[in-house]
T-cell receptor, first 116, second 114 residues
Framework: DARVTQTPRDKVTEMGQEVTMRCQPILGHNTVFWYRQTMKQGLELLAYFRNRAPLDDSGMPKDRFSAEMPDATLATLKIQPSEPRDSAVYFC??????????????FGPGTRLLVL | DQQVKQNSPSLSVQEGRISILNCDYTNSMFDYFLWYKKYPAEGPTFLISISSIKDKNEDGRFTVFLNKSAKHLSLHIVPSQPGDSAVYFCAASVIANTGNQFYFGTGTSLTVIP
């Protein structure tokens, strides 16, 4: 049963601390997305990668957020320094398993972040 | 600016009745539309999709209707079941220079009352 995995599931930290969220996409998927879910905006796209190359990170606050794919099995989202307004659920999704499935994104369970 | 809008944050329906979830979009270049379902503490899961060349797609109890002239999308669930209670996200995609761009709505929370 192929799934997207995310760690940690929950993170509580203090303002100013660095936060790193990790995602393992489904094996063979070549596109990885990072989303943030808030009550006001719903699911906001922060960044996405295709074949490990960043394609769009326009939704991400550049001064404190960074996203990378060190290899095909790992995507990371870092916040440094974190702020209380960053509190949200962060989802990773992957897609691209086959020609017929190219549009469907498979989401991980999310990382619930609380910045105090 | 939200390009995909779900104006009803919540909806309650009696079990066995039809649930209709609505979605409006502003970008006429969107060529593919999807519905995702999300349970608490889980990630969204794909439910059903429709290409812009079609106006209807059906999968069991779920039917998606697309009205391109009105830029309106709807999801019909019939008959509704208590297990359908979840948040439903509408999404749309458009081909850009960097590949497919996806836009999600803010979600509609559906409660099916037994």
């Amino acid at each position: 049963d192929a799934r997207v995995t995310q760690t940690p599931r929950d993170k509580v930290t203090e303002m100013g601390q660095e936060v790193t969220m990790r995602c393992q996409p489904i094996l063979g998927h070549n596109t990885v997305f990072w989303y943030r879910q808030t009550m006001k905006q719903g699911l906001e796209l922060l960044a996405y990668f295709r074949n490990r190359a960043p394609l769009d990170d326009s939704g991400m606050p550049k001064d404190r957020f960074s996203a990378e794919m060190p290899d095909a099995t790992l995507a990371t989202l870092k916040i440094q320094p974190s702020e209380p307004r960053d509190s949200a659920v962060y989802f990773c999704a992957s897609s691209g398993g086959s020609r017929d499935d190219k549009e469907t994104q498979y989401f991980g369970p999310g990382t619930r972040l609380l910045v105090l | 600016d939200q390009q995909v809008k779900q104006n009803s944050p919540s909806l309650s329906v009696q079990e066995g009745r039809i649930s209709i979830l609505n979605c409006d979009y502003t970008n006429s270049m969107f060529d593919y539309f999807l519905w995702y379902k999300k349970y608490p503490a889980e990630g969204p899961t794909f439910l059903i999709s429709i290409s812009s060349i079609k106006d209807k797609n059906e999968d069991g109890r779920f039917t998606v209707f697309l009205n391109k002239s009105a830029k309106h999308l709807s999801l019909h669930i019939v008959p509704s079941q208590p297990g359908d209670s979840a948040v439903y996200f509408c999404a749309a995609s458009v081909i850009a220079n960097t590949g497919n761009q996806f836009y999600f709505g803010t979600g509609t929370s559906l409660t099916v009352i037994p």
